[in-house]
């Protein structure tokens, strides 16, 4: 004879008692599972938020990845093994920060060693100003001068040089560490897809694997097109200010073509800068770089980025302008340049997803 379970089992019930009926919830119980619940989500959040820097250069690497990919197989189509394409482009990569940092860096140095050779002839020409001598007895500037050189006050600047310096070696590591992560993520994304739409239910699946690869395919040719547009903005700002005569233009075109990555307001601020460095040198050179930037970026609003992104992406003006903006808002430049891939993909799954199934309600 058999017995219920919930009463017990045969040969179990005699040695250690019969099993009793599950337990009913109750109002403690509710509490308290609802308590755990709240500890695990908060335990999460600070993990995550203690994470999240991480959690960004990992974005970042696995976005630069999506987008270098569709080099790496171009390359394996021309016959190179899947090492030495990854290889190739991890190259070409480094040579393109190479350049970045030969062009920024020494300028940079050279006008600080500039600033620091001429500054005991700056601090004469001071001394021998009438009206500066009469401003440091009016306003009583050598007394102030000495409270600020107080001790508290210079350790304070002390630890604002450690903290510069701190900075800069965080940026290298963070640098280095999105390029090892690029390169692991170009070597396996094959592995990376197939895992991820291995998690997917088989009956799903083949849909689910035709439109991700249609989204990596539009992040790769965002990622190519931004890239196409940021060196032709590169390019004819080196000519530009070889031709006006504007002092390190190699650097000054990298500055540009880095800022073009940015969408919308990126082209901006980059002619806003340049444009501060030709007044610096003169007004009429000032002048030429506001003219030259705005019939610039007319040809490239209007002919080189509808020509080159949205054949590729298919992303609506108003939806690329607010995404940008919205991306801005919430995850600084990093949002801004993964939000008209993003949006991208929304609209993709949009049309493909969502609306044929609200058709068929």
């Known amino acids: 004879m058999h017995e219920d379970p919930a009463e017990g089992r045969p040969g179990h019930g005699d040695r250690f008692g019969r099993l009793g009926r599950p ?6 119980l509710i509490g308290l599972t609802g308590g755990l619940g709240l500890l695990v989500a908060y335990l999460i959040y600070q993990g995550l938020r203690n994470a999240g820097s991480m959690l960004v250069l990992i974005f970042i690497a696995l976005f630069l990845a999506i987008g270098l990919t569709p080099a790496v197989a171009r390359l394996r189509r021309w016959g190179l093994p899947h090492g030495l394409a990854v290889t190739v482009v991890t190259l070409s990569l480094l040579a393109l920060l190479a350049g970045g940092v030969y062009a920024l860096v020494p300028p940079l140095v050279g006008q600080s ?33 000495k409270a600020a050189a107080s001790q508290e ?62 989204i990596l395919a539009k992040v790769g040719a965002y990622m190519v097109g931004a890239l196409a547009i940021a060196l032709l903005a590169g390019l004819s700002t080196f000519v530009f200010a070889m031709i006006v005569g504007l002092a390190y233009p190699f650097a000054l075109a990298v500055v540009v073509a880095i800022c073009d990555l940015i969408p919308q307001i990126g082209a901006t601020i980059g002619a806003v800068l340049i444009s501060l460095a030709g007044f ?82």
């Open 23 to 28: 337990l009913h919830l109750n109002p403690f």
């Open 280 to 361: 610096a040198t003169d007004v009429p050179t000032g002048i030429a770089c506001v003219v030259f930037f705005l019939i610039y970026q007319q040809l490239e609003n209007y002919l080189i980025y509808p020509r080159v992104m949205r054949r590729s992406v298919e992303v609506n003006d108003v939806a690329a302008i607010v995404a940008a903006l919205l991306g801005v808002a919430l995850f600084g430049v990093i949002g801004a340049l993964v939000a008209i891939p993003a949006v991208a993909a929304i609209q993709l799954v949009l049309r493909e997803v969502v609306l044929p199934r609200q058709q068929l309600r």
């Open 153 to 214: 006050n210079v350790t304070r600047a002390l630890g604002g040089v450690f903290g510069g310096a701190r900075f800069v070696f965080g940026a290298i590591f963070n640098v280095l560490t999105v390029l090892v992560l690029t390169i692991y993520f170009m070597a396996a994304f094959d592995r990376l897809r197939d895992l991820g739409y291995g998690l997917v239910p088989a009956s799903r699946r083949e849909r689910v694997q035709l439109i991700g690869d249609a």
């Open 113 to 145: 060693s500039q600033f620091i050779t001429e500054l005991p002839n700056y601090v004469e020409q001071l001394r021998r100003s009438e009206t500066v001598n009469d401003l440091v007895v009016q306003y009583d500037l050598v007394e102030r001068v």
